[in-house]
């Protein structure tokens, strides 16, 4: 067992209805995160209610190849970032850019070494917001980052192991290292986690990378054709609720109100518990959520911060009051 667990998150202020209520939910919280990435309505007083809660804070940058794919275009984002630290008094920012082609990685590779010059002058840390493909190791080339600049210039490595399935049966090139696996599938697995942080871990220190796990599950409507990612279960309606031991989640098949058949993988606190374990065997201390944590996860996770063993949890929880069968 590590000697401190630990948990990120993101943080959108202003969206509960204002600052009392962001200062409420951050309270509700503050025995959980250990740092927060916020973004949204950020003040210097939220960020100074957060160190005074003992949370590291980042201030999110959002953006895409248009903000580093010109010297010009880097020196701007290179601006913001440091504008932001001064009027926020964050620790640090953290990067968000997604969905760039792979042309432009020389550009990223820029924009992380100067940043990381002046983060160091200024004291304060750099955290990125990163995917994974198994096509990474068979194209290396083929992603806009690279993932060796990437761990040397890094101090937090936000992992991002959701949306391995898109849900949609168009073709992709065989080197497409920055979208979701075509068809129908679950949002994430346990072997696919492990395959990531695997993948991370031979370019950073384990300390500097982040387990970040969705709370959504995948649902598809097998008539139709279609898919939806929603936290919300089926209920009343569940035909049939399987253990899927592998793949490490329940699935489960229901007709809807209009007939239609639909096929869910879900995300639970007994998934979830899986990928506790994997990042304990691998010596990975910090996991984060991107979106909403119910109750039972939010109970199972301080249990977790506390130090207690995973693997029994595990073995012990059933998933919930509906009948499953294990396969």
């Known amino acids: 067992m590590h000697t401190r667990r630990q948990m990120t998150a993101w943080f959108e202020c202003g969206k509960r209805g204002g600052p009392a209520a962001d200062r409420q939910e951050l309270a509700s919280m503050a025995d959980l995160w250990d740092s927060v990435s916020l973004f949204g309505e950020v003040t210097a007083e939220f960020v100074s209610e957060c160190r005074g809660q003992g949370i590291e804070n980042y201030a999110t940058i959002f953006g895409g190849e248009g903000s580093f794919d010109t010297a ?38 820029d924009l992380l070494r100067r940043l ?54 168009a073709g992709k090139p065989e080197n497409d290292t920055e979208t979701s696996l075509v068809g129908f599938g679950p949002v994430v697995s346990w072997p696919w986690v492990r395959a990531a942080m695997s993948f991370w871990l031979r370019y950073a220190p384990a300390d500097h990378i982040v387990m970040a796990l ?71 201390p910090t996991i984060a959520f991107w979106g909403a944590l119910n109750g039972e996860m939010l109970n199972m996770l301080r249990d977790w911060k506390c130090g207690k063993p995973v693997l029994p949890s595990l073995v012990e929880y059933s998933g919930g009051t509906q009948p499953t069968v294990e396969i």
């Open 116 to 169: 990381r010059s002046e983060m160091n002058a200024r004291g304060r840390k750099i955290s990125i917001c990163i995917g994974y493909s198994p096509a990474l190791d068979r194209y290396p080339r083929g992603s806009f980052f690279d993932p060796a600049v990437v761990g040397a210039t890094c101090d937090q490595i936000r992992v991002m192991c959701y949306d391995i399935h898109d849900g949609s049966l």
């Open 214 to 284: 969705p709370t959504w599950g995948m649902d598809y409507d097998l008539t139709k054709g279609s898919v939806s990612k929603s936290p919300v279960a089926p209920a009343q309606q569940t035909v049939r609720r399987y253990w899927l031991w592998y793949l490490g989640m329940h699935a489960c098949t229901y007709n809807d109100d209009n007939g239609n058949l639909h096929l869910r993988y879900e995300t639970d606190v007994r998934s979830t518990l899986g990928h506790l374990a994997t990042a304990d065997e691998m010596g990975i």
């Open 72 to 109: 010009e275009h880097r020196d701007a984002t290179v601006a913001q970032c440091l504008k932001l630290c001064d009027e926020l008094n964050v620790d640090g920012v953290d990067l968000d850019f997604e969905n760039a082609s792979p042309s432009s990685r020389d550009g990223y590779s």
